[in-house]
């Protein structure tokens, strides 16, 4: 179908036109009939009929012409391909899946996950909340999240926490597997590996806490997947 319009811009979004106008964008049929109007600064697929919308750093998510998550988000990220993660107003997360249906409710700072299990935090509480049965299981009250301006969720095998000044590491069923002895952890991705610091010294560590490189190091750094040892004079 062609139409005449005074549209600055025009996209196609699969069966759509994303349109811009006054640098306000919106959602169009191709016959030029409104779906989402030209009301906002940027407009994102997320799944078939569902779009993202954003105003000053603000965002909701439209399936079609009906707002079913209204425009309060600071965050709103695809997430694992069929997901949609959500950091509310309130700086509590949530997680939907593609149909927007809840599979975790916007309740909980979510930190990281392993297969199901996605490490959580309600009223300064550590958990772990299982997405399949939906299982919340509470950890040793004294733990706590290593990075409180996380707003991000990421894979990993285990669970780095804090225990006082102490770091440690916990398992997706909330054990120990490395005590809160180490004045640092860092997780290596998803991997069974350790950046640890004990004594002012730094080394690599797996997640048995065997000694995979001796903790004689001044600094530790690590950049994407490779980890760099530095000591003093060398």
Not at 35 to 64: A, C, R, T
Request: charged fraction near 25%; include cysteine; charge should be neutral.
């Amino acid at each position: 179908n062609l139409f005449l319009s005074d549209y600055n811009e025009i996209e196609f979004i699969s069966t759509f036109l994303k349109v811009s106008n006054n640098n306000k964008v919106g959602i169009v049929t191709y016959k030029n009939e409104i779906i989402i109007p030209l009301d906002f600064l940027s407009i994102y697929q997320f799944k078939n009929d569902y779009f993202m919308v954003e105003n000053n750093k603000i965002s909701g998510l439209y399936k079609l012409n009906d707002l079913v998550l209204p425009l309060k988000y600071k965050h709103m990220n695809l997430f694992l391909t069929d997901y949609l993660y959500v950091v509310n107003d309130n700086d509590l997360s949530g997680l939907y899946d593609s149909e927007i249906n809840v599979i975790i409710p916007e309740e909980y700072k979510i930190y990281e996950y392993y297969k199901s299990f996605y490490l959580v935090e309600q009223s300064n509480q550590l958990m772990i909340f299982n997405i399949d049965d939906k299982s919340t299981l509470k950890i040793n009250s004294n733990y706590k999240f290593r990075d409180k301006n996380h707003f991000w969720i990421t894979k990993r095998n285990y669970f780095v926490l804090q225990e006082g000044d102490k770091y440690g590491v916990v398992n997706c069923k909330g054990e120990i597997i490395i005590p809160f002895e180490y004045d640092y952890l860092e997780p290596i991705y998803a991997s069974n590996k350790f950046i640890a610091k004990k004594n002012n010294k730094y080394g690599l560590i797996s997640h048995k806490n065997e000694i995979v490189k001796p903790l004689k190091f001044d600094r530790a750094q690590l950049v994407k997947e490779a980890v760099f040892f530095y000591q003093k004079g060398k």
